[in-house]
Nanobody, 126 residues
Framework: QVQLEESGGGLVQAGGSLRLSCTSSGRSFSSYSMGWCRQAPGQEREFTAGISWSDYGYVTDYSESVKGRFTISRDNAKNTVYLQMNSLKPVDTAVYHC?????????????????WGQGPQVTVSS
């Protein structure tokens, strides 16, 4: 069983930065493909960023709306995945959920992730 615990949300002005962290309590963290998905009020949960292992090393993927502003990374020694969010915009306001799926490549479909964290609120004011 994998439990995910996030931290780092909060209120920030447009143009500011935040870093989210997600720590896993399960074993074999390095074997999991990790992702961040966000959900704004009244909207579906949407893929934001993902990181997974390939024969060429770790591969990252981003939604078009955050590409160039957000960076996902991981520290397997700490069982932790991070989401660095820069140049934040009011449209980035959402609950950000950490997610894990066993092996495989990063997936943009939220339904493919097996484990989820509660998610911190990120609010960006204009």
């Amino acid at each position: 069983q994998v439990q995910l615990e996030e931290s780092g949300g909060g209120l920030v002005q447009a143009g500011g930065s935040l870093r989210l962290s997600c720590t896993s309590s399960g074993r074999s963290f390095s074997s999991y493909s990790m992702g961040w998905c966000r959900q704004a009020p009244g909207q579906e949960r949407e893929f934001t960023a993902g990181i997974s292992w390939s024969d060429y090393g770790y591969v990252t993927d981003y939604s078009e709306s955050v590409k160039g502003r957000f960076t996902i990374s991981r520290d397997n020694a700490k069982n932790t995945v991070y989401l660095q969010m820069n140049s934040l915009k009011p449209v980035d306001t959402a609950v950000y959920h950490c997610a894990a799926k066993w092996r495989g490549s990063t997936d943009r479909r939220a339904s493919q992730y097996n484990y989820w964290g509660q998610g911190p609120q990120v609010t960006v004011s204009s």
